[in-house]
Nanobody
């Protein structure tokens, strides 16, 4: 199952970025979807999740700054990131599927100090 990510890049501290992840329709309609992030040498960590019914959950570190959403017409989820800090600068991955077994290719975010 191929998950295709886009968006992100470089931003100044305090700025905003948006990530996108497009799924095959079947998986998008069946599974909750989520964003994770992983810094070099660290474990991949949970960022946000959205269910098929649009219930959301956030990691404490991003709550009130990040927003996850989904567009059923495009089989796509988004992660709107605001108030970015250098601690947010890492690689972001989208995920879905049984046991979170499907992963996007990763998107690098960079934040100036």
């Amino acid at each position: 199952v191929q998950l295709v990510q886009s968006g992100g890049g470089f931003v100044q501290r305090g700025g905003s970025l948006r990530l996108s992840c497009t799924f095959p329709r079947r998986e998008f309609e069946v599974y909750a979807t989520a964003w994770y992030r992983q810094a070099p040498g660290k474990r991949r960590g949970f960022v946000a999740r959205i269910t098929v019914g649009n219930s959301t959950m956030y990691a404490d570190a991003v709550r009130d700054r990040f927003t996850i959403s989904r567009d059923i017409t495009r089989n796509t989820i988004f992660l709107e990131m605001g108030g970015l800090t250098v601690e947010d600068a890492t690689i972001y991955y989208c995920s879905a599927g049984p046991g979170w077994s499907y992963w996007g290719q990763g998107t690098q975010e960079a934040v100036s100090s």
